[in-house]
C-alpha cells in the first residue's frame, strides 16, 4: 500500500480504492481472522477514508451474513 501511494498516486488529488475478495470455497471457519484484524487495523489507521468500494465474489450465505454485522462497526 505504501508503494502505490507514493508511486501510483498523483499529489493534490483525491484518489480512492477499489477492493476485490474472492472467496471461493472459504468458509466462516476458515478465515485467518489474525491476519485479517493486522490488514484492517493497518489499512483503518494509515489509509483511512480511502476505500471507495469493496466487492465480495464467491461469498456463501454465513460470510455475507458475518459481513452484514461487521459491515456497520467499519469507516
Not at 493486522?38 to 494509515?46: F, K, L, Q
Request: proline share 3%; no cysteine; hydrophobic share 50%.
Amino acid at each position: 500500500m505504501e508503494y502505490l501511494t507514493k508511486q501510483a498516486m498523483v499529489p493534490g488529488k483525491v484518489e480512492n480504492l477499489f477492493v476485490i475478495i474472492d472467496a471461493n470455497d472459504v468458509g466462516v471457519t476458515q478465515i485467518p481472522k489474525k491476519k485479517l484484524e493486522a490488514i484492517v487495523g493497518v489499512m483503518g489507521n494509515n489509509y483511512r477514508g480511502r476505500l471507495f468500494k469493496l466487492f465480495g465474489i464467491n461469498i456463501g450465505f454465513m460470510l455475507r451474513t458475518l459481513w452484514a454485522i461487521v459491515r456497520g462497526r467499519i469507516d
